[in-house]
């Protein structure tokens, strides 16, 4: 149908004269404003699992302070606070970019124009400094990843902390050597610059213990309102329902 600048709608009937206009500008009505459209993939469950509820743990937001991100926001967790249930499994994964529109203005850590994340564990979310991972394996040494079953806890904990650059300590099936921490030739660099921008991650199935750690992400918490971190709370026995509020816009890549 033809479409006219503030039509009138009859709302009761054609015949009945009770009509409404509407405010519709034509010059307006194809143009698209803060375009967030996005594509990805999602892909098929593993074996392992079948029948279990999939979280997601992602990174939202875009490189800058709260004004030149507007009306984005700057980067988070999301969701940052997250009960997982016993039986549930949990997807770390994030994407980013080396190549923002924003002409590499900015302000932020590491190269402008590139987005960095990871993941470390802290003592307390209130200092903002990481726990190194050998004195985090209270945690890490219950968990075992479903798509990277080979890779030991620690290389988990490797894997997250360096966003892949190291796949893990030493090689597995799914870890070729020479991107392990003991035989990769150069050094992952201070901020990450060397690190890649998007990480697959690993989908994890959490431990037993009753457990509730904070995490944080060194590159882009800049001890300030800009604070990319959370709070990861697992072996509960019923995932909230507040995870399942978060979970409507945010998928996994396993559907």
Known sequence: AIIENDPEVRIIDKNTSVAFELALNTAQTGRTFQDRSHVFVVLPRLESMDGKKLLN???????????????????????????????????????????????GANDGEGTQGTDRSNFLLMSDPGRNYPKPIDKSMDFWGD???????NASPKDIAIGLATAGYYCGEAEYDTCTKEFTLKARKETIDNKMNNAPASYFGHVLKMGSKKETVHYVCTRNNNFSNRGQKGTLKSGTIIT?????LFLIPVLSLFL
């Open 143 to 149: 968990i075992k990843s479903l798509n990277h079953p």
């Open 57 to 103: 743990l992602n990174v939202r937001g875009k490189r800058g302070n709260i004004v030149q991100v507007y009306p984005a926001v700057e980067y988070d967790f999301v969701p940052s606070n997250l009960t997982v249930g016993q039986d549930d499994l949990l997807h770390v994964q994030w994407t980013g970019s080396n190549t923002h529109n924003n002409g």
């Open 240 to 244: 909230s329902l507040t995870n399942l």
